[in-house]
């Protein structure tokens, strides 16, 4: 088969979606990156005050945003340094529901982004009936997590592209995966 | 232009060495071809088709999808791509065989929907046709193919090909929620063919079509289904492809709903983990089960699946969703359909007629809109009959009954010029009643008609008293009766349609209705109050209505005659009820106040119960599951429940509804629990044996397992503290005379009933037992007897290899070694002990903390040394404990037979075992010489270990020792009883003792004594010994033995000379016989009489005895 189109996809496509997608483009792999929520949620400076916007707001805007709102904080707490890394990878945070492009894997980060992710798809017809395999793996929302489980997310990445044909070997990487990181994932599937 | 840009770009592609780029352009054809410019695709379709044949798979793989593309644009070109399609089934390579069978779907839908659309069908779409069945057939039966890869997308095609051959039908869902389904227009060739969520199906088949039978097609369609569903069963199937399936039964379910009963029968057993394949592993068993989740709540969103809740709602519990999440997801279905599910025929054509969709949505606003009268006058200006018919019927209707309630009551009051009242109202009752309305309303308008419509004669004073019909149409008053008799009426009409409620899918509505009907107490009182407000009913309103009863009792009978079908109509009831019938919910959900529950919540619940406790079998556990997930609980229903527990017949059901409740109902815990614990100690048997095991499971969980230990500790250190009358707990609360009474004795019922639940914990949790000890240890002994029979399934379920063992080895509280004495005895009986224990109980020994009775047990673990060492702290035990000990060491072979016990044969032999006690030293060891005489009585009882042969081996042995041991004269008389063969050796052992000078040994009275003995026991044989003794001796000899002297005398005698010369003189002197004379041989008796008469004449003789004194005289005589 031709070369694996990845999608990595967390809730608001800033931190984990994010950091897997900087390390897998890196590594030279096709992937892309979504958020699969409403819209897209940075902490503020209490819990119940997050910074909300849109999809598709670029993150220079965001950073530029919360780099004028309280620079110091948001040092602090690495946001402006994530924001920072992620302009260098793409404009904006993008919505998987308003996705075009078709994909062999997508990842997603946490159960309740799995069950969204697979909500879209199931809504939209299948027209092409092109197979897509849905993994899910828990990962933590902090920036030390996101670290790890990017490059969970790679070692499972540079699995499939090892195996001469993922739909046959799928399976059995995964069940060496999840043995070998003690990891427990999610999987299903989907057609275009 | 396009012509040549096409014609460039297909130049370019054949002269275009890389394939990836190749197939870029010829993407761009394909762009021109089928999308942007239809006409040119004749031109250049043969080209890009002939791609087929280039050697790159990717450049194959695109034609594929071109053809996929061209087929879906304009089906009617598809006879001329099937031949290369055909081609791409016998490629060799995998990827483009799987491209093949992606493409199929499209295809398939496409060669259908060409088929249907013919009206003659031409020999080109009719071999197209065919083709494309072949290869759908061929394609199909890849099913079971060994590539995952290719089984899945097969998988796909047939799901496709299971929705294209079978019907859609009105619940068929659709994820455009457009307007009602419409039959299809007549296909036509040259239009594309509709996209895939707009359905094509058997309904496009048209009547007595030349080539498709409809009930073949239907067959087809039906065969794959289950095609579908055996890959379910398969244990071979992968996790991927299960998934694969799922998904698509829960489609094909939803989008055909008459395979819904068989999909969910298909898909529920997969809730359990013995339903999916054994070689899943426990990640692919939870993503199944993830997904069959949320494929059975999608599937309780549909119409279809209302009769299959219940059991869906089982699977949904196996798969660890809760009640609640069920619940919610109804709630929110019900709420959400009835706006989208389609309206009811009756309904239906109402928006049809409406060709102005935008004036629609106006008026539904309008409808709702509080400032609803200003805009209606401002309407009316723009009203006439003219353009009436202009406005939507809805709101036409709407304006009709606003109109109504403006009118006056009477005529007169319409003779004020009120134009803008009267003409759109006569206008509107005149279009409604041409539209066709059936209302009551209209019908009366148009019965008079010209009296409203003609403002000439509403003016004519002559008409005046006439009343106006369609005024009435506000409700009548009905009385109280009528009221009653319509809620009857009503409600039982709406018991009756179950079945059709249940087909048209209109059961959670039916359901929510009746429940409102009877969960609206206040409106239907307030309702009878309004209509004869002169009732001073305000307290008699707070108690039950005749109605109302009369209406839960009918609902309770309806429910109880088909419990398990209604049982979600129950619930939704209770629920109502619950909620106060609506009223206060709001108040109690937002404040989340404690607001009290509804005392008719709490009658109707224990109605059920009640009505059911006569309806269910003893043992159902439906009564469990109405009580636990009852909306609310109440101690009506708790004395319900413990009532149950108490009632020989339903106390099992009891006890478990007792558990799930202190499981399940969190603030009920405490009090069941104490319930629970309360049972525990009953002094009913079964009761108590229930109780406890439904403690044990919740000891497991840490929860509980605090409370319920310190219960049963507690109830154990009743045995120390409580006097005996106060043992048995409450049984006795009733008869309080009872206790003035002198305390009885504690019986070993009263331990049993202390004790029962803290064994059961102590089987589960081992660490209890040293507490248990702790207690045991201050109780008395009255109380321990029965403790220590009634503990040893414990210590068996306990076991060797539990470390409790050892610990309680290591601590063993004082005043409770019996217990650990039992403990190592039962202990012992399963299992040989294992090396720690062995060495614990030997330290504890060796350091005198434990006696020798503790080594009886462990003795299998000593070795040869050890156990000779301790043998005679063991004879010195008890007598049945010093038994048991050498029965152990010696009668080993009882053990080995089960196969538990290997020991003494293999450790130390029974003949050591008689030597050794022949060596215990009454003085150096401290044990009395009677105890060493049992111990080896006791030994001697084993006839069938201590063989003539291991006799005459041990009395071979005693002999040869120095100093011969004290008993060895004893022994061999003894050896003698048992044994007469051994006559013979003896005589020769005791030559030997005479060689040995016997007499000048250790103990040469005890055995000199033994000795002659001896002697007169084994007579005659045994006078060859006492002739060889020395004349002193023998003059001894028959000194103490008198009786010898003259049997002996006359055998010297009866000798053959020859013989008699061996014997020395001094000898024969003893004897008083002269050696020249010769024996008289009349009197020589036979051996045989002489051993007879020995065994006769001192058959009961102990060696120990003194000597018998009777033979003094006999020996004067002689």
């Known amino acids: ?192 | 232009m396009s012509f040549q840009q096409v014609a460039g770009l297909l130049g370019n592609a054949s002269q275009e060495a890389n394939a990836e780029t190749r197939v870029e352009l010829l993407r761009q054809v394909q762009d021109l071809i089928l999308h942007k410019n239809l006409t040119l695709l004749e031109n250049f379709i043969e080209e890009v088709l002939n791609y087929i044949h280039d050697p790159q798979a990717v450049v194959k793989k695109f034609v594929l999808e071109f053809i996929e593309a061209a087929s879906k644009t304009l089906p009617s070109i598809l006879p001329r791509l099937i031949d290369h399609v055909h081609f791409a089934f016998f490629s060799c390579q995998i990827g483009i065989l799987r491209r093949l069978i992606q493409t199929m779907p499209n295809l398939y839908r496409a060669a259908f929907y060409l088929t249907c659309s013919a009206v003659l069908v031409s020999p080109e779409v009719e071999r197209a046709w065919t083709r494309v069945n072949a290869l759908k057939s061929s394609i199909l039966s890849l099913v079971y193919d060994k590539n995952e890869g290719v089984q899945m997308l097969v998988l796909k095609f047939a799901e496709m090909v299971v929705h294209v051959l079978s019907h859609h039908t009105r619940e068929s869902e659709r994820r455009n929620q457009t307007v009602n389904y419409q039959p299809p227009p007549l296909p036509s060739i040259n239009v594309p063919m509709p996209a895939i969520d707009d359905e094509v199906c058997l309904d496009f088949v048209p009547p007595h079509h030349p080539l498709l039978r409809l009930e073949a097609l239907r067959e087809e369609g039906q065969r794959l289904f289950n095609l579908l569903v055996s890959i379910t069963q398969s244990q071979t199937v992968s996790s991927t492809n299960l998934t694969v399936v799922v998904l698509s039964l829960s489609v094909v379910a939803r989008q055909r709903p008459m395979f819904m009963p068989h999909v969910i029968a298909t898909l529920l057993p997969l809730a359990t983990r013995e339903g999916l394949p054994k070689a899943f592993a426990t990640a692919m068993v939870a993503s199944v089960h993830k997904l069959l989740r949320n494929q059975l709540f999608n599937l309780l969103k549909h119409p279809a699946s209302t009769e299959y809740h219940v059991d869906i709602a089982d699977a949904l519990y196996t798969l660890g969703a809760k009640r609640i999440e069920y619940e919610a997801y109804l709630r929110k279905q019900s709420g959400s359909s009835s706006g989208k599910r389609p309206l009811p025929p009756s309904m239906a054509p109402l928006s049809m007629y409406s060709d102005a969709a935008a004036a629609t949505h106006a008026a539904k606003r309008a409808r709702f809109d509080p400032t609803w009268p200003s805009q209606l006058s401002s309407l009316f200006g723009a009203f006439n009959a003219e353009n009436l018919q202009q406005f939507p019927l809805r709101l036409v209707i709407d304006l009709v009954f606003q109109t109504m309630q403006t009118l006056p009551d009477s005529l007169a009051e319409l003779e004020a010029p009120t134009p803008f009242a009267a003409a759109p109202f006569a206008a509107a009752t005149t279009a409604a009643a041409s539209a066709g309305l059936p209302s009551l309303g209209a019908e009366s308008v148009k019965a008079e008609p010209t009296a409203v419509l003609d403002p000439v004669l509403i003016r004519q004073p002559a008409l005046k008293p006439r009343r106006v019909a369609p005024f009435a149409l506000k409700p009548s008053d009905p009385t109280p009766e009528q009221v009653q008799g319509l809620t009857k009426a009503i409600f039982a009409r709406t018991l009756a349609i179950e079945a059709s409620a249940a087909s048209g899918g209109a059961a959670s509505l039916r359901s929510s209705l009746l429940a409102r009907l009877l969960s609206q107490p206040g409106n239907l009182a307030s309702l009878l109050q309004l209509i004869s407000p002169s009732d001073p009913t305000s307290a008699e309103a707070q108690e039950v209505l005749p109605l109302e009863q009369q209406l839960i009792d009918a609902m309770v009978e309806y429910i109880v005659e088909n419990v398990r079908a209604r049982m979600e109509l129950a619930f939704g009831w209770l629920c109502h009820e619950y909620l106060g019938g609506g009223g206060p919910l709001a108040a109690r959900l937002r404040g989340r106040l404690p607001v009290p529950l509804p005392r008719r919540y709490t009658r109707c619940l224990m109605a059920l119960l009640h009505a059911l406790r006569e309806k269910l079998d003893v043992r159902d556990r439906l009564f469990t599951r109405i009580v636990i997930e009852a909306p609310a609980f109440t101690p009506e229903v708790l004395d319900l429940v413990l009532e149950y527990c108490t009632d020989s017949e339903r106390s099992m059901l009891g006890l478990s509804t007792l558990h799930d409740l202190v499981l399940y109902r969190p603030p009920l815990r405490k009090v069941c629990l104490q319930k629970l614990l309360e049972f525990s100690r009953s002094d009913q048997l079964d009761l108590r044996r229930a109780s406890i095991q439904h403690l044990v499971k919740l000891y497991a969980s840490s929860t509980f397992a605090p409370v319920v230990e310190a219960f049963a500790l507690e109830s154990v250190a009743g045995l120390v503290k409580l006097e005996p009358r106060a043992v048995a707990m409450a049984t006795d609360q009733d008869d309080g005379a009872d206790t003035a009474q002198a305390p009885r004795e504690i019986s070993e019922e009263d331990v049993m009933t202390c004790t029962a639940l803290l064994f059961a914990l102590c089987a589960k949790s081992h660490s209890l037992l040293l507490e248990f000890a702790k207690i045991y240890a201050e109780t008395s002994a009255q109380v321990k007897r029965p403790v220590l029979r009634q503990i040893e399934p414990l210590f068996k379920q306990i076991g060797m290899a539990s470390p409790v063992v050892l610990q309680l080895l290591q601590s063993i509280p004082k005043g409770a070694d019996t217990l650990v004495h039992r403990l190592l005895h039962v202990l012992a009986d399963t299992a040989p002990p294992s090396r720690a224990i062995v060495a614990a109980v030997k330290e504890k020994y060796n350091t005198q903390e434990l006696d020798a009775k503790f080594l009886i047990p462990i003795l299998g673990g000593l070795d040869k040394t050890e156990i000779l060492a301790v043998l005679p702290s063991l004879v010195a035990l008890p007598p049945a404990l010093s038994k048991d000990a050498l029965g152990r060491l010696v009668a080993s072979r009882h053990y080995t037979e089960t196969g538990l016990l290997v020991l003494g044969s293999k450790v130390i032999s029974p003949s050591d075992v008689m030597l050794a006690l022949h060596l215990v030293d009454p003085q150096r060891d401290n044990v009395t010489l009677p105890a060493i005489v049992q111990a080896t009585n006791f030994l001697f009882t084993f006839g069938n270990i201590y063989t003539q042969e291991v006799l005459a081996s041990v009395l071979q042995q005693l002999v040869d020792m120095r100093p011969i041991p004290l008993l060895t004269m004893r022994t061999m008389l003894k050896a003698y009883d048992l044994c007469p063969g051994l006559l013979s050796f003896m005589v020769t052992l005791l030559l030997r003792l005479v060689v040995f000078k016997i007499w000048e040994d250790k103990h040469p009275r005890q055995l000199w004594d033994g000795f002659v003995l001896c002697c007169e026991r084994l007579k005659p044989l045994s006078f060859q010994a006492l002739v060889s003794l020395p004349p002193a001796q023998l003059e001894t000899a028959l000194t103490d033995k008198p009786s010898l002297r003259e049997p002996l005398t006359q055998q010297v005698q009866s000798l053959p000379p020859q013989q008699k010369i061996r014997i020395s003189t001094p000898v024969l002197a003893v004897l008083g016989l002269a050696p020249t004379q010769a024996p008289p041989a009349a009197h020589a008796p036979t051996p045989g009489v002489l051993i007879a008469s020995s065994e006769v004449a001192d058959a009961s003789s102990e060696p120990s005895d003194p000597p018998p004194t009777s033979p003094q005289p006999m020996a004067m005589a002689t």
């Open chain 1, 1 to 192: 088969m031709g070369r694996v189109k990845y999608a990595v996809i967390c809730s608001s496509n800033q931190n984990r979606s994010m950091e897997a997608h900087a390390l897998l483009s890196k590594k030279g792999f096709d992937v892309c990156s979504y958020g699969s929520g409403n819209n897209v949620k940075l902490p503020g400076p209490t819990p119940d005050q997050p910074n909300v916007y849109e999809f598709n707001t670029p993150y220079n805007d965001i950073y530029a945003e919360l780099a004028s709102k309280d620079n110091a904080f948001y040092t602090g707490n690495g946001i402006l340094s994530m924001l920072d890394r992620n302009r260098k990878i793409k404009t904006a945070p993008e919505r998987f529901a308003d996705a075009k492009p078709l994909f062999d894997v997508i990842i997603t980060c946490e159960e309740r982004v799995f069950d969204q992710v697979l909500e879209v798809l199931e809504a939209r017809d299948s027209r092409t009936f092109r197979p897509v395999h849905i993994i899910n793996i828990d990962i933590k929302d902090n920036h030390e997590e996101a670290t790890v489980g990017a490059a969970l997310i790679f070692k499972m990445c540079q699995a499939f592209d090892q195996a001469d044909d993922l739909e046959v070997k799928i399976e059995e990487v995964l069940d060496e995966f999840q043995r070998k990181h003690a990891r427990t994932l999610l999987h299903s599937i989907a057609f275009y």
